[in-house]
């Protein structure tokens, strides 16, 4: 679980968050980030696939060369958080663990077994995982695409290890890097929700360009589970807040949200969240590996959402707060 010690003030009375660990990184924090406590406005930014601090054993299991792992990863998405958070005071979390070792957006349970050594005959059962030949569960529908809890495989890339990871070292992952990960998302989200009356947990992801099929193809997808895990206002501000800025957005589609949306929101207790990815195309260079010449610009509109969103969440908040001192 995340321990508050995790929490050390800055110099400006911030909190800066460091927690977990990255095992053959023993000195490297699995995730970092800041929560002003009170917190400023009522938005938390989380990055979960921005990781790169990457262990020699992790390189050296690779199959393909090292920069294969730059598809796996949401390039830069952290320095884009980090530079919204700056400009609007919110809290936000980012994982320094790469998605190639553990993948912070899906569930435990969506494991991809056949890549597994050493896994023990008898299994306790997992909550949505069937139950194969041998004990052993079967893959969830993400693992079998390859790109479950633990990357398997890329799509024109093939297989990206040598040989099958040992399950106890995915333990070790799974307890030194996703649940504490949760846990301090968890504690953020509700102590930020317990200060305003409600909260929105915008979850950044980056995507490769998409195909336009005949039309625009979308720069921005937003995703809220079908409406289940954000309020339909705040989607509607989002979309007006791109459509703006002139930018092409697509809707759940093919992007819907993943595991964060489905731990973390909590509609009916004020607590909501959306997932959004922008092209990478928009703020990195030609080799979609280091900053390019729109991420100023993408800043700045990430910003104006954030402040936009804040004032409509703060506002739901009111309403909540207003209903919980009448039931009181």
Known sequence: MFDPRDLVADSQGSAVVRGGVI??????????????????????????????????????????????????????????????????????????????????????????WDMLANVPLSLPHRAGAGHGHGG???????????????????????????????YAELGQRIAAIHQPYHAAIESLVERVQQQWGAVLLIDLHSMPPLPGNGGTAAQFVIGDRFGTACDGELVASLF???????????????????????????RNAGIHAVQIEIDRTCYLDTT???????FDAVVALLVGMVRRLAGDVAALGRDRLRWRAAAE
């Open 240 to 266: 007006s807040h791109l459509a703006a800025a002139r930018c092409p957005v697509a809707h759940n589609r093919p992007y819907a949200g993943g595991f964060v949306l489905d731990r973390h929101a909590r």
């Open 136 to 166: 052993q569960a079967h893959s969830g529908h993400r693992a079998r695409s390859g790109l479950g809890l633990v990357p398997r495989r890329l799509p024109g890339v093939g297989e990206l290890w040598k040989g099958r990871l040992d």
């Open 288 to 294: 979609l590996a280091e900053p390019g010449p729109g």
């Open 23 to 112: 095992p053959g990184l023993p000195a490297v924090a699995a995730f970092r980030g800041r929560a002003p406590d009170p917190a400023s406005i009522p938005v938390v930014l989380a990055v979960p696939h921005g990781g790169r601090c990457y262990p020699g054993d992790v390189l050296a299991a690779l199959r393909m060369p090292d920069h294969v792992l730059l598809r796996l990863e949401d390039r830069l998405v952290d320095h884009l958080a980090e530079a919204v958070a700056h400009e609007t005071g919110a809290p936000f979390i980012v994982a320094d663990a790469p998605r190639a070792m553990i993948d912070l957006n899906r569930s435990v349970d969506d494991i991809d």
